[in-house]
Each structure stands twice: as C-alpha cells, then as structure tokens.
C-alpha cells in the first residue's frame, strides 16, 4: 500500500544580544512575561536577521502525518 508521510522538522536557534528598552517596557515584561505587542515584534525580525547557523541549538524530527494515498 502507498502512503503519504509527513516529515515535520523544527530548528531551533538562540541568540543573545544587548538591546535598549524603556523601564516601562521591562516592567510590563517582569509582570506578564512578554513585552509589548509591537516592540515584541520589531524585536523579534532584528533578532531573527542576525541568527546564523552557529546559532543553532537543536533539530527535532517526527512523523506528522500519515495518509493512505
């Protein structure tokens, strides 16, 4: 019988680096865990653009899906 399978894989990176926030800002992050909206974004694309392979933390595979064709 053919199948279909479905290789999920998940990379996972981490970078570290000094940036700027308010003291608002980081209150709102102490309290709720996440910044704001906005800010959390701009972020995330300035850290996301740096990320090189040396960056890289982890590989995780599985089989998501599997479907008689």
């Keep these: ?12 990176y981490e970078i570290t680096k000094e940036v700027e926030l308010t003291s608002t800002e980081y209150a709102t992050y102490i309290k709720t865990g996440n910044l704001p ?7 995330q694309h300035e850290l996301s ?3 090189e392979d040396f960056h890289h933390t982890s590989t995780e595979h599985y089989i998501s899906n599997i479907q008689k064709q």
């Design 37 to 43: 909206t906005q800010n959390d974004i701009e972020l």
């Design 1 to 12: 019988m053919k199948v279909a399978i479905t290789l999920t894989e998940i990379l996972t």
């Design 49 to 51: 653009s740096e990320v």
